[in-house]
């Protein structure tokens, strides 16, 4: 059963960042300086924080199970 879930951890606030500016990496054709997809990574994380972090709806989550 599950015991805890959270998308705040701060691992799972990096991975969301990471993912952010992976994404801008993705398209082929722009090749972007990694330095501004990280930079505007952390842009889009803190734009995208409040729609995010609202109850469950972030991009990593993390959750503790307990068998029984």
Do not use: C, M
């Not at 701060?10 to 722009?30: E, F, H, K, M, T």
């Amino acid at each position: 059963s599950l015991v805890s879930a959270t998308v705040r951890d701060p691992v799972g606030l990096d991975l969301n960042r990471l993912g952010w500016a992976r994404s801008i990496l993705r398209p082929p054709a722009l090749r972007p300086d990694p330095r501004l997809s990280h930079t505007a990574g952390r842009g889009l994380t803190a734009l995208f924080a409040p729609l995010e972090r609202r109850g469950l709806r972030g991009t990593a989550y993390t959750a503790v199970f307990q068998k029984r």
